[in-house]
Nanobody, 115 residues
Framework: QVQLVESGGGLVQAGGSLRLSCVAS????????MGWYRQAPGKRRELVAV???????NAADSVRGRFTISTDNFKNAVFLQMNSLKPEDTAVYYC?????????WGQGTQVTVSS
């Protein structure tokens, strides 16, 4: 089992920035992939950005160039730096930890971008 604790969401104006954090209860060296997904009201959950154990990054086209994913192996944490936020980025953001046996989700953190 892995517990994930997210923080950093909030309300921001368009063009602003936020930094999301997710701390895992287990070493992230055991993960295959870790990252962020989001779900807006009435929409399906979608990938935002993920990073593999080897450091390979993948991000949605809609956030590439604005959002950056990074990790801190000593803190067992993954971060999402979000710049130039747009109203369409409004959603609940979920942290995900994928290992060889299961996929784990955090409780979600709300990000709201006002126009």
């Amino acid at each position: 089992q892995v517990q994930l604790v997210e923080s950093g969401g909030g309300l921001v104006q368009a063009g602003g920035s936020l930094r999301l954090s997710c701390v895992a209860s287990r070493t992230i060296f055991s993960m295959i992939e870790m990252g962020w997904y989001r779900q807006a009201p009435g929409k399906r959950r979608e990938l935002v950005a993920v990073i593999s154990r080897g450091g390979t990054r993948n991000a949605a086209d809609s956030v590439r160039g604005r959002f950056t994913i990074s990790t801190d192996n000593f803190k067992n944490a993954v971060f999402l730096q979000m710049n130039s936020l747009k109203p369409e980025d409004t959603a609940v953001y979920y942290c995900n930890f994928l290992d060889s046996s299961a996929s784990y989700w955090g409780q979600g953190t709300q990000v709201t971008v006002s126009s």
